[in-house]
T-cell receptor
Framework: TQLLEQSPQFLSIQEGENLTVYCNSS?????LQWYRQEPGEGPVLLVT?????EVKKLKRLTFQFGDARKDSSLHITAAQPGDTGLYLC????????????FGGGTRVLVKP | NAGVTQTPKFQVLKTGQSMTLQCAQD?????MSWYRQDPGMGLRLIHY???????DQGEVPNGYNVSRSTTEDFPLRLLSAAPSQTSVYFC????????????FGQGTRLTVV
């Protein structure tokens, strides 16, 4: 069982639709990050959230950190084919020890 | 260009062979780590280092060794390759753990036959 559970594992939608990816844990994290990875490349950081209840927006992407700092969500509005990729959440803090722990990832496919 | 450089990008090994995956960063980051990525498993931490001369085990350390003699370099050694080590390996560095951005290399795709 992974410390961070992501759902769904795979999401296929049409261009223009909205989607939400979830990252859940029973443990508390001091910070949580979201990365996007494209084929053949390493993950690239999208955002870091550190405060319970925090909401951050990056163009059409909205990230939320749960009040108890145990979960997070990523919402994409009006998805575009360029949003296709693997989305990974990663947590740091006492629960993860002195290291960054990743969830299993959500593969998103946005069809034109 | 500043960043994390991994070599090689592709490698095929026979069972029992050993090899070293190279990782170098030029950002003066203290924290470096190695992950392996398998389908549906996200990134699993193999070993990490919080500074030169200091290394520690991650989630899946068996069959791998690391050393950190300089701030810049963090090589990963496979002692005796096994088919279960077929994976994509990523090296990452960051200023610290947690709130700072982890910068990843482009990965090494390793196949053990």
């Amino acid at each position: 069982t992974q410390l961070l559970e992501q759902s769904p594992q795979f999401l296929s939608i049409q261009e223009g639709e909205n989607l939400t990816v979830y990252c859940n844990s029973s443990s508390v994290f001091s910070s949580l990050q979201w990365y996007r990875q494209e084929p053949g490349e390493g993950p690239v950081l999208l955002v870091t959230v550190v405060t319970g209840g925090e909401v951050k927006k990056l163009k059409r992407l909205t990230f939320q950190f749960g009040d108890a700092r145990k979960d997070s969500s990523l919402h994409i509005t009006a998805a575009q084919p360029g949003d296709t990729g693997l989305y990974l959440c990663a947590g740091a803090g006492k629960a993860a020890g002195n290291k960054l722990t990743f969830g299993g990832g959500t593969r998103v496919l946005v069809k034109p | 260009n500043a960043g994390v450089t991994q070599t090689p990008k592709f490698q095929v090994l026979k069972t029992g062979q050993s090899m070293t995956l190279q990782c170098a960063q030029d950002m003066n980051h203290e924290y470096m780590s190695w992950y392996r990525q398998d389908p549906g498993m996200g990134l699993r931490l193999i070993h990490y280092s919080v500074g030169a001369g200091i290394t520690d085990q991650g989630e899946v350390p068996n069959g791998y060794n690391v050393s950190r003699s300089t701030t810049e370099d963090f090589p990963l050694r496979l002692l005796s390759a096994a088919p279960s080590q077929t994976s994509v390996y990523f090296c990452a560095s960051s200023y610290s753990v947690g709130a700072s951005e982890a910068i990843f290399g482009q990965g090494t795709r390793l196949t053990v036959v």
